[in-house]
């Protein structure tokens, strides 16, 4: 059993950068492969990012690569998501998963735990 907790959302203006946290609950996250996941409104959930359980391992949506950065911290059971050069399009509510997959996986179907998600609003 594994609870999640986003943090770090908040309103920015295009071209501002923010950084979203993920605080994971149980003695066995370091053995998880976590991902981001996002839903804008009137939209369907979709995939952002996802890593490994050793972190050296990672993928990413293509209108999210080269501007997010996803990490782990399995000391602390945290999971990160560096996100810069927001834009509008990026408004969303984002959601913190946990997989029992070993290799990186990206559907929403291959993830077991899901956090309550954190509100990102990106304005023009």
């Known amino acids: 059993q594994v609870q999640l907790v986003e943090s770090g959302g908040r309103l920015v203006q295009a071209g501002d950068s923010l950084r979203l946290s993920c605080a994971a609950s149980?003695?066995?996250?370091?053995?998880?492969?976590m991902g981001w996941f996002r839903q804008a409104p009137g939209k369907e959930r979709e995939f952002v990012a996802a890593i490994n359980w050793s972190g050296f391992s990672t993928h990413y949506a293509d209108s999210v690569k080269g501007r997010f950065t996803i990490s782990r911290d399995n000391r602390e059971n945290t999971l990160y998501l560096q996100m810069n050069s927001l834009k509008p399009e990026d408004t969303a509510v984002y959601y913190c998963?946990?997989?029992?997959?070993?290799?990186?996986?990206?559907?929403?179907?291959?993830?077991?735990?899901w956090g309550q998600g954190t509100q990102v609003t990106v304005s023009s």
């Open positions: 149980g003695r066995t996250f370091s053995s998880y492969t």
């Open positions: 998963a946990a997989s029992r997959a070993i290799v990186v996986v990206t559907a929403t179907r291959q993830f077991d735990y």
